[in-house]
C-alpha cells in the first residue's frame, strides 16, 4: 500500500539498500535540528528496519519520497504513535535541506493524509510537532490540521500535536 503518486513525487518503500541516502537524509544537522541529535548509520539501519516491521504489521510506515524521475526528497508516511498513553496515526516527513521550503513536505504529507482516509479509513490523523518547528506545523496546517493540544508524555518535555477528522 502506497501513496498515489502527486504532480512531482511518488513513494515506495524503504529498504537496506536505501542505507546511504537514509544516513545521510537523518545525520543531516538541519533536518533533524529539532531531534535531540542527528543520527547515525547504525540508527538509519534502525529506522529502515522499524519501517519495514511497519509495512509487515500495519501495511504502511515512512516511505521514500523521490521526485517523478527518481531523486530522492526524503521520507513520509503514517506510523502509528503514542499520544497521552494512547495510538494515534501520525504522518510523519524528513526533506532533504536543500530541498526544503520547495512544498516537497506538504505534497507528500497530503497524498499520505489520502491514503490515510480513503484507504486506511481512518478517523483521525495527528502530526506531532516541536514546539518551535514552525515549518514542520506550517506543513501540518496546510493539510488542514489544526492545534489539538501539547502532550507532555512523550521524550520532549512538551510536544505540540496538530490533527484533523478524517
Known amino acids: 500500500m502506497l501513496p498515489a503518486p502527486t504532480a ?25 535540528a529539532y531531534y535531540p541529535a542527528p543520527k547515525s548509520r547504525a540508527d538509519a539501519l534502525a529506522w529502515i528496519a522499524w519501517n519495514e516491521e511497519g509495512y509487515a ?19 513520509c508516511g503514517l506510523t502509528w504513535q503514542q499520544v497521552g498513553g494512547e495510538a494515534r496515526l501520525e504522518v510523519g516527513y524528513h526533506v532533504r535541506a536543500d530541498l526544503q521550503g520547495q512544498g ?3 505534497e507528500a504529507a ?32 496546510k493539510i488542514g490540521m489544526r492545534h489539538l493540544a501539547d502532550d507532555r508524555t512523550g521524550p520532549l518535555p512538551v510536544r505540540t500535536v496538530m490533527g484533523m477528522a478524517l
Open 104 to 106: 516537497y513536505a506538504t
Open 110 to 141: 497530503a497524498a499520505c493524509r489520502g491514503l490515510a482516509r480513503d484507504s486506511l479509513r481512518a478517523a483521525e490523523l495527528v502530526a506531532i510537532v516541536h514546539p518551535h518547528n514552525a515549518a514542520s506545523r506550517r506543513v501540518a496546517e
Open 57 to 75: 504489521r500495519h501495511g504502511h510506515g515512512l516511505w521514500i519520497v523521490e521526485t517523478a524521475d527518481g531523486e530522492f526528497v526524503g521520507d
Open 8 to 32: 512531482r513525487l511518488r513513494f515506495r518503500e524503504m529498504t537496506g539498500d536505501d542505507v546511504d541516502v537514509m544516513a545521510a537524509l537523518l545525520g543531516d544537522p538541519v533536518v533533524m
